[in-house]
């Protein structure tokens, strides 16, 4: 028995929520779900956007299943989310693109690329965020540091390794940030060197963006700062169908949390029509977190084989179908 932390979340999160644990309830895990709130619902029961008993369960738990969470706009944290990742220092965002049968997407294949993405630091630090009293200045502090940029490196380096995949991207901005980039950039070639196996290649992060759009396939895991990583991986999203396909886990040397790459939805929010796929391959990506590769695979192949049949697919797939009925569909094919 395997206890998780399990946070329904805002807007179309509960309705996400609800489907993806239908699936994982007919694939028998032995997961006890452990619920607790965070985002605008704990805000109004608990008065807290992240309740001291929430953060008490992720870090008893270690692995949370957490739906997207609203941020209110003005006041408190920049982010809820980054306000997560920063208290239990889940420094690797780890965020895979993979094309999948019958989606909108530009490309038909060649798209499997995986976008490691640091956490913790860069411009979303939030530390030094200033207008000046008349309203004409904005600053912002960006820190990288030698150890942050390490330690991404090296998991991307590590993940090539144990997922067999043959090269990392360097994606960066040194030629004019020479000092975070570039300090980045140095750290990064410098733990290159230990991982001989593994191809590795430097891009400049605009060029990637030209390159990601004309040619994808000749990516594998792109390894980079936060900023660039948040706005790569929405890139890669809707390269391969949209954010309704695309999952990311954060992770940490305690603690991981596995999500969707995307939103509350406020739009489709009380519909039932949201498309359960992202939160159910973040859920993959725990099952082989959780040392259970062959339950992940089992995943993620009744999710291609819905796609292929085309049962009960949500709108933005092109289909009619509802959250709970897509979810259905995909357990039927386990
Ligand atoms: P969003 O990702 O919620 O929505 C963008 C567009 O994609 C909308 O048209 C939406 O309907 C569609 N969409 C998103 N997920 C979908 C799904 N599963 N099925 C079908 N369509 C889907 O981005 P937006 O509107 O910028 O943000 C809304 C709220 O979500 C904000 O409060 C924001 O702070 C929060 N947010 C939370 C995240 C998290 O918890 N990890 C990540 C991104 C945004
Ligand atoms: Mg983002």
Do not use: W
């Not at 700062?225 to 990311?248: E, K, M, Q, R, W």
């Amino acid at each position: 028995m395997t206890t998780i932390t399990v946070i329904p979340g805002d807007g179309i999160g509960p309705e996400i929520m609800d489907a993806t644990l239908h699936v994982l309830d007919a694939m028998q895990l032995g997961l006890v779900y452990e619920f607790a709130d965070a985002g605008m619902v704990a805000l109004e029961k608990h008065g807290d956007l992240l309740p001291a008993a929430t953060m008490d369960s992720i870090r008893n738990n270690k692995i949370a299943l957490k739906s997207p969470l609203t941020t209110p706009v003005g006041g408190g944290f920049s982010s809820i989310n980054v306000e997560l990742r920063k208290r239990f220092d889940l420094y690797a965002n780890v965020r895979p693109a993979k094309c999948f049968p019958n989606t909108k997407s530009r490309f038909t294949g060649g798209v499997d690329l995986i976008t490691v993405r640091e956490n913790t630091e860069g411009a979303y630090i939030g530390e030094g965020q200033d207008v000046s009293a008349d309203g004409e200045t904005a600053v912002l502090t960006q820190k990288v540091t030698r150890k942050g940029s390490e330690r991404i490196v090296r998991y991307a380096f590590e993940l090539a390794r144990k997922t067999g995949r043959k090269k990392v991207t360097i994606v960066h901005k040194a030629n004019i940030l020479k000092s975070t980039s570039g300090l980045f950039l140095k750290t990064a070639r410098e733990v290159a060197t230990q991982y001989p196996d593994i191809l590795c290649n430097e891009m400049i992060v605009d060029n990637t963006c030209m390159q990601l759009v004309m040619k994808p396939e000749q990516f594998d895991i792109i390894c980079t700062t936060n900023l660039f990583g948040d706005i790569i991986s929405d890139l890669c999203a809707g390269l391969v169908g949209g954010l309704g396909l695309a999952p990311g886990a954060n992770i940490g040397v305690d603690v991981a949390i596995f999500e969707a790459v995307h939103g509350s939805a406020p739009d489709i929010a009380g519909q039932g029509i949201a498309n359960p796929c992202a939160l159910l391959l973040g859920a993959a990506q725990m099952l082989d977190h959780l040392a259970k590769p062959e339950q992940a695979t089992r995943l993620r192949n009744a999710i291609i084989a819905t796609l292929e049949a085309k049962d009960s697919l949500t709108p933005d797939l092109g289909g009619e179908g509802n959250t709970m009925g897509f979810a259905r569909a995909i357990a039927a094919r386990l």
